[in-house]
């Protein structure tokens, strides 16, 4: 695709079930990052995924957080038992590659999906 | 002392005006900065990046970093109505533990009044 691409967009969920949050990088970029956006807060990085190396997951707020990402692209990140303080607008952004020059060092952000936890 | 920083605003100017937005970062050894625009509702959209000293010019954006003073601004000149929204300033971290991820400020909201 053009861009980066998540789903759903919207996710209103109760108190202690689990969720799924897809994201669909840029083709070809071999970099993925999950942030939160809570309101009135900056971005808060989550998580990054470079190529097949070990996922940075140093910004993960708890264990009930967790990513994966299959075949080098899809990404899916899961908040299980969600609570109320999970709620926030979650983006996805890729870059060509991790660490790279110019260009290539570049992230560029999905729409985000906005999570609503009652 | 967070790592990035920068003045919440909003930042009100008029419409024609140079408008200056500032950033200063606490992590010596970082490497690359960003600017980003996000209007309200919507996901960041990349502006400028910087790695070196100096100033870079594009159109009508200047971004200008001063790794001395760990400092990094964004000057927009010809403020436009649409301009208005809120800029988040990005530093990625040097080489070395997590250096992949940006980390950012909280944003100024720019109001460029017609």
């Known amino acids: 695709g053009a861009g980066v691409s998540q789903s759903p967009s919207n996710k209103v969920t109760e108190k202690g079930k689990d969720v799924e949050l897809r994201c669909d990088p840029i083709?070809?970029?071999?970099?993925l990052y999950w942030y939160r956006q809570s309101l009135g807060q900056g971005l808060e990085f989550l998580i990054y995924f470079q190529g097949n190396s070990a996922p940075d997951k140093s910004g993960l707020p708890s264990d009930r957080f967790s990513a994966e990402r299959t075949g080098g692209s899809v990404s899916t990140l899961t908040i299980q038992r969600t609570q109320q303080e999970d709620s926030a607008v979650y983006l996805c952004?890729?870059?060509?590659?991790?660490?790279?020059?110019?260009?290539?060092?570049?992230?560029?952000f999905g729409p985000g999906t906005r999570l609503t936890v009652l | 002392q967070k790592e990035v920083e920068q003045n919440s605003g909003p930042l009100s100017v008029p419409e024609g005006a140079i408008a200056s937005l500032n950033c200063t970062y606490s992590?010596?050894?970082?490497?690359?900065f960003f600017w980003y625009r996000q209007y309200s509702g919507k996901s960041p959209e990349l502006i400028m990046f910087i790695y070196s000293n100096g100033d870079k010019e594009d159109g009508r954006f200047t971004a200008q970093l001063n790794k001395a003073s760990q400092y990094v601004s964004l000057l927009i000149r010809d403020s436009q109505p649409s301009d208005s929204a809120t800029y988040l300033c990005?530093?990625?971290?040097?080489?070395?533990?997590?250096?992949?991820?940006?980390?950012f400020g909280k944003g100024t909201k720019l109001s460029v009044k017609p």
């Open positions: 083709s070809g970029h071999t970099a």
């Open positions: 992590d010596r050894g970082s490497q690359s």
């Open positions: 990005a530093v990625r971290r040097a080489l070395g533990g997590s250096q992949g991820n940006l980390i």
């Open positions: 952004a890729s870059s060509l590659r991790l660490g790279a020059s110019g260009t290539g060092d570049t992230q560029y």
